[in-house]
């Protein structure tokens, strides 16, 4: 069981600009296979990706995006850093957060998608895309 269906076929950026909770503008090339977790204020499953290790995704670079700052102050303590990017957001297609998309750099597009419920859940739906030497 999934939480998508299939991914809708469409292309991914080369990087992604936003930024931080503290104001600074940041830029990151997606040059190795990233998954890109859109989050939301008052959503369980993204405080356990903001909250967490993210153990679970090693062989894979998690970037957490928002389309919206920190209003209420619950990613005050964050482990995860945040960037807010509503841009980048625009241009991956992600309209309802919480969602996630894995880029495939060395094609540019986007191979896996789905809604986040947390962390572990989202590991077993990638682990297909991810490859260790």
Avoid at 30 to 44: E, P
Avoid at 54 to 68: A, H, K, P, Q, Y
Wanted: proline fraction near 9%; hydrophobic fraction near 40%; glycine fraction near 8%.
């Amino acid at each position: 069981m999934s939480s998508f269906d299939a991914p809708r076929p469409r292309p991914a950026p080369d990087s992604v600009s936003g930024t931080t909770l503290q104001g600074e503008t940041q830029t990151k090339t997606l040059d190795g296979l990233t998954l890109i977790v859109a989050i939301k204020q008052s959503c369980d499953g993204c405080r356990d990706f903001v909250n967490s290790s993210l153990d679970e995704l090693d062989g894979v670079t998690v970037m957490i995006l928002s389309d919206t700052g920190d209003s209420a102050g619950e990613w005050g303590d964050a482990v995860q850093p945040i960037l807010v990017a509503p841009a980048a957001l625009a241009a991956l297609d992600i309209r309802w957060p919480p969602f996630y998309v894995l880029v495939d750099p060395a094609q540019r597009v986007i191979v896996s998608e789905g809604v986040v419920f947390g962390p572990a859940q989202v590991a077993a739906e990638i682990r297909p895309y991810i490859t260790h030497p």
